[in-house]
């Protein structure tokens, strides 16, 4: 299924609105800058397309890292016209008022209808298919973790919907480390404190221990609906199962980051990407991806030509 992605973005966020051929919403949220974001990104669309060249995303510039960490996942990306976009502000809205929600929409719905008419952003160059297998398959396991932290999101509805009260975040290592201590609710139930907090430490956890851990208890505690025990104890195994995939998704994903920073110190012009303001190991080696925005000493001061201006 095709997935259309509107990114309407800002200095120090991006609102992204995410529709199907139909123009119905399949999601929308803002993103902060950075990694951070652009695995959220990740997140959001793997809930709705199998392929990245499925993904068609509209936003206002060409150029800067987030461009190219979008391209590097394989999504095709129109770069399209602020004027563009003003007036086809005006066709659907007769007040023409702006907002950042509103505009990510909008694109969306533009590149929905009338992608023919853009120009698709130029893609990464021969020289940087390296970064782009490691760009690729960090954001394909953020996929996979979705998938199955969506999974075992389903199965505790099922049978453990406490553990769901307790945990906002499934992939969390406070929660891995829980239910792989106790997957059964009557198991979890029964955890004191202190093993909890147990839990957690092995988890990683190392501040607000006994805090988390009581709030934790609490939770795990509170009544609800109970399956039947062979369905529970079912649903118990699979739980474990799950939570060892994620668990181990998790490490995989961390090691990607570090392989893709490995390999991007490497890089000749590694320092001068880094003393950019804002970026990071990881940012600065999707950017370097694109032949088009390399630097070098001497070509630095035209490098700001090729970053987005600030937007508010």
Same mark, same amino acid.
């Given at each position: 299924?095709?997935?259309?992605?509107?990114?309407?973005?800002?200095?120090?966020?991006?609102?992204v609105?995410?529709?199907?051929?139909?123009?119905?919403?399949?999601?929308?949220?803002?993103?902060?800058?950075?990694?951070?974001?652009?695995?959220?990104?990740?997140?959001?669309?793997?809930?709705?397309?199998?392929?990245?060249?499925?993904?068609?995303?509209?936003?206002?510039?060409?150029?800067?890292?987030?461009?190219q960490?979008? !391209?590097?996942?394989?999504?095709?990306?129109?770069a399209? &016209?602020?004027?563009?976009?003003?007036?086809?502000?005006?066709?659907?809205?007769?007040?023409?008022?702006?907002?950042?929600?509103?505009?990510?929409?909008?694109?969306?719905?533009?590149?929905?209808?009338?992608?023919?008419?853009?120009?698709?952003?130029?893609?990464?160059?021969?020289?940087?298919?390296?970064?782009?297998?490691?760009?690729r398959?960090?954001?394909?396991?953020?996929?996979?973790?979705?998938?199955?932290?969506?999974?075992?999101?389903?199965?505790?509805?099922?049978?453990?919907?406490?553990?769901? !009260?307790?945990?906002?975040?499934?992939?969390h290592?406070?929660?891995?480390?829980?239910?792989?201590?106790?997957?059964?609710?009557?198991?979890?139930?029964?955890?004191?404190?202190?093993?909890?907090?147990?839990?957690?430490?092995?988890?990683?956890?190392?501040? &607000?221990?006994?805090?988390?851990?009581?709030?934790?208890?609490?939770?795990?505690? /509170?009544?609800?609906?109970?399956?039947?025990?062979?369905?529970? /104890?079912?649903?118990?195994? $699979? $739980?474990?199962?799950?939570?060892?995939?994620?668990?181990?998704?998790?490490?995989?994903?961390?090691?990607?980051?570090?392989?893709?920073?490995?390999?991007?110190?490497?890089?000749?012009?590694?320092?001068?990407?880094?003393?950019?303001?804002?970026?990071?190991?990881?940012?600065?080696?999707?950017?370097?991806?694109?032949?088009?925005?390399?630097? &070098?000493?001497t070509?630095l001061? &035209?490098?700001?030509?090729?970053?987005?201006?600030?937007?508010?």
């Amino acid at each position: 299924m095709k997935v259309f992605v509107g990114d309407d973005w800002a200095e120090a966020h991006h609102d992204v609105h995410l529709m199907n051929q139909a123009g119905d919403r399949l999601g929308s949220k803002r993103l902060p800058e950075g990694l951070e974001g652009i695995a959220g990104l990740h997140a959001m669309i793997a809930g709705h397309a199998d392929d990245p060249g499925e993904v068609v995303v509209g936003i206002e510039t060409e150029r800067g890292i987030w461009v190219q960490a979008l !391209i590097a996942a394989g999504y095709q990306v129109y770069a399209i &016209n602020p004027k563009s976009v003003s007036r086809y502000r005006d066709r659907h809205s007769l007040s023409g008022a702006k907002s950042d929600p509103g505009d990510a929409k909008l694109l969306a719905d533009l590149v929905r209808t009338d992608a023919h008419n853009h120009r698709p952003v130029a893609g990464d160059s021969d020289a940087a298919d390296g970064l782009k297998v490691l760009a690729r398959a960090h954001q394909n396991l953020i996929w996979d973790r979705t998938r199955h932290t969506n999974r075992l999101r389903s199965d505790l509805r099922e049978y453990f919907p406490a553990a769901l !009260i307790a945990f906002d975040d499934l992939a969390h290592r406070d929660t891995l480390a829980v239910l792989a201590k106790a997957s059964d609710p009557r198991d979890a139930a029964r955890l004191s404190v202190t093993q909890i907090r147990a839990a957690l430490k092995r988890g990683g956890r190392q501040r &607000n221990l006994d805090t988390r851990a009581a709030a934790i208890q609490t939770d795990l505690r /509170t009544p609800q609906l109970a399956a039947p025990p062979a369905v529970t /104890t079912a649903f118990a195994a $699979t $739980t474990r199962a799950l939570v060892e995939i994620i668990a181990g998704l998790n490490t995989q994903i961390a090691g990607l980051e570090t392989e893709l920073a490995d390999h991007f110190n490497q890089h000749p012009d590694a320092d001068i990407y880094c003393s950019l303001p804002g970026l990071g190991v990881i940012l600065s080696a999707r950017c370097s991806q694109s032949s088009e925005t390399t630097p &070098n000493a001497t070509s630095l001061p &035209n490098l700001a030509e090729t970053m987005p201006e600030p937007r508010h």
